[in-house]
Nanobody, 124 residues
Framework: QVQLVESGGGLVQAGDSLRLSCAASGRTFSRNVMGWFRQAPGKEREFVAA????????YYADSVKGRFTISRDNAKKMVYLQMNSLKPEDTAVYYC?????????????????WGQGTQVTVSS
């Protein structure tokens, strides 16, 4: 089993930055992929960023490329999402997710474990 707990969301203005954190516990993560997804009201959950835990390979959605950075702290079993130059369209509930293997997937159904989500609201 894997437990994921997100934190760091909040209300910010356009152009501001936020760093989301995901605390992971449970089974080993040496062969996992950690991802961030988001879901805005009335929309489907969408991929934001992901990282293969053991090799550090990263992948980003085009909408956040150059503004968001996913990173990890192996010792602390933490995953972060640094979000810069935030826009109102980034407003959503952000979820941390985990899947086995090193294949970085953008599909929600490939991920086995999910956190409860943290709200990010960006005002214009």
């Amino acid at each position: 089993q894997v437990q994921l707990v997100e934190s760091g969301g909040g209300l910010v203005q356009a152009g501001d930055s936020l760093r989301l954190s995901c605390a992971a516990s449970g089974r080993t993560f040496s062969r996992n992929v950690m991802g961030w997804f988001r879901q805005a009201p009335g929309k489907e959950r969408e991929f934001v960023a992901a990282m293969a835990w053991s090799v550090g390979t990263t992948y980003y959605a085009d909408s956040v490329k150059g503004r968001f950075t996913i990173s990890r702290d192996n010792a602390k079993k933490m995953v972060y999402l640094q979000m810069n130059s935030l826009k109102p369209e980034d407003t959503a509930v952000y979820y941390c997710a985990a899947k086995s293997g090193n294949y970085v997937s953008i599909r929600t159904y490939d991920y086995d474990y999910w956190g409860q989500g943290t709200q990010v609201t960006v005002s214009s």
